[in-house]
């Protein structure tokens, strides 16, 4: 009986050892299953529908469209400046004067030069001056008495020669006498009619000519010197102070019509292809945080070259600013829409894969990916927008956790 007993609680103490054995084992084969499973992992996002644009992101220059330059026509003193930087002045109104002392001298010698001129032009029209041509109109009437006065005495010893009144050598010196007098007579009416020659005439054509150029350079000048505003607008450079002297050609002031200025934006060789005239534009400043003008492309580059180290197409943009805020030649930030498209379906670019060209999604569907290929339009930094190939509501995979290749068929596991 006693060896029975101790048998019967060895068996029992076997049968907890036996169940403990089998639970491990239960346990290990649980855990084996549970780390056979091959599934991935994955990040998802929602085929949705919204708004996307194409865009250019650039750099850009504020440019005036009507812009107004006044440099000094000579050296000179600035006498007056009436305006200042940032003044908005009304079309004509005196902005600087420029001394004007040596133009006024030099417009006077101008003066005085085209006068001479025009008085030797007269004396070639009328044959000299008139102190001249009274002298010449006297000497031809003497000249024509002489004449006349020795045809008569030669006839008449020719005369006396038939006679024998007069001998020969008479009648000789009373022919060169009438000859002289002929002589003088013609020399005379050369110079009422042809008083000064080709190159005299010439000479005086030439300084009369000469001194009106210089005459009408000096009003040029003198024009100058006076600097009014062409149109309304703001001065936006007024770099002289009164008594100050200039050196010719040195700039004076600037002004433009700020109402609406030219943006001028390098985009770069890749994009250039993209921009089309009447494209819109948001112009950003640094110094304005969160404003934006807008406007329109207006011109696109002819060619691209060099600037800084990128090779860029200049485009040329119009843009309203009726607050003035713009100003000439300060560097903005430029974006270019290129293509806008409203609801339509948006997947995130990371989504996007690429097989020989072709664009293609993995879509999530029964707990694996699938190889979906689908058509795009536009895409930004962000998002991509499909046309084709997927519906809205969709889940495609982004990307394994533990950073797994995916494949086409993988089961995977949705992480949100």
């Known amino acids: 009986m006693v060896q029975n007993g ?8 076997r049968r907890w050892i036996l169940w403990l054995a089998a639970a491990v084992v239960a346990v290990i084969l649980l855990a084996s299953f549970a780390w056979r499973d091959d599934s991935v992992s994955v990040i998802t996002a929602t085929v949705k529908r919204g708004n996307i644009r194409s865009l250019i992101s650039t750099n850009g220059k504020v440019e005036p469209i009507n812009n107004f330059e006044a440099h000094a026509p000579t050296g000179t003193v600035v006498k007056r400046v009436l305006v200042k930087e940032g003044d908005h002045v009304k079309q004509g109104q005196l902005l600087v004067e420029l001394d004007a002392a040596t133009a006024e001298s030099q417009a006077a010698q101008a003066l005085a030069r085209i006068r001479g001129s025009e008085a030797d032009m007269h004396a070639i029209e009328h044959g000299g001056t008139q102190e001249e041509v009274l002298t010449i109109q ?3 009437v003497k000249a024509v008495a002489d004449r006349d006065a020795a045809q008569r005495n030669l006839d008449a010893l020719q005369r006396l020669q038939q ?19 002929e002589a003088q007579v013609k020399l005379l009416q050369s110079k009422q009619n042809e008083r000064y020659s080709r190159p005299e005439i010439s000479s005086v054509q030439a300084k009369q000519s000469e001194a009106q150029s210089a005459y009408s350079a000096t ?5 100058q010197l006076v600097i009014r505003a062409p149109f309304a607008g703001v001065v936006y450079s007024l770099p002289v102070r009164q008594g100050t002297y200039v050196n010719p050609g040195d700039l004076v002031l600037q002004e433009a019509d700020l109402s609406k200025i030219l943006v001028r934006a390098y985009v770069d060789e890749p994009d250039v292809a993209r921009l089309s005239p009447g494209q819109r534009i948001e112009v950003t400043w640094d110094a304005v945080p969160g404003r934006i003008w807008t406007g329109a492309v207006s011109s696109i580059p002819a060619a691209v070259k060099l600037h800084g180290t990128r090779n860029v197409g200049e485009t040329t943009c119009t843009v309203p600013n009726q607050d003035f805020k713009l100003l000439p030649n300060i560097n903005v930030g430029v974006t270019i829409v290129t293509a ?11 989504a996007l894969r690429m097989d020989a060209g072709k664009p293609y999604l993995y879509v999530v569907a029964n707990n694996e990916i699938q190889q979906r290929n689908v058509e ?23 990307s394994a956790v533990n950073s797994k290749p995916l494949h086409d068929h993988i089961p995977v596991k949705v992480v949100q």
């Open 163 to 181: 006679t024998g009144a007069a001998s020969p050598g008479e009648v000789r010196a009373g022919q060169a006498q009438l000859s002289t007098a």
């Open 219 to 223: 009003q040029d000048i003198l024009r």
């Open 138 to 140: 006297a000497q031809m």
């Open 6 to 13: 101790r048998k019967s609680g060895f068996f029992a103490q």
């Open 376 to 398: 795009t339009a536009i895409s930004d930094l962000t998002k991509a927008e499909i046309t084709s190939g997927v519906s809205e509501g969709m889940k495609v995979a982004l």
């Open 340 to 350: 806008e498209h409203d609801h339509v379906l948006i997947v995130p670019r990371e």
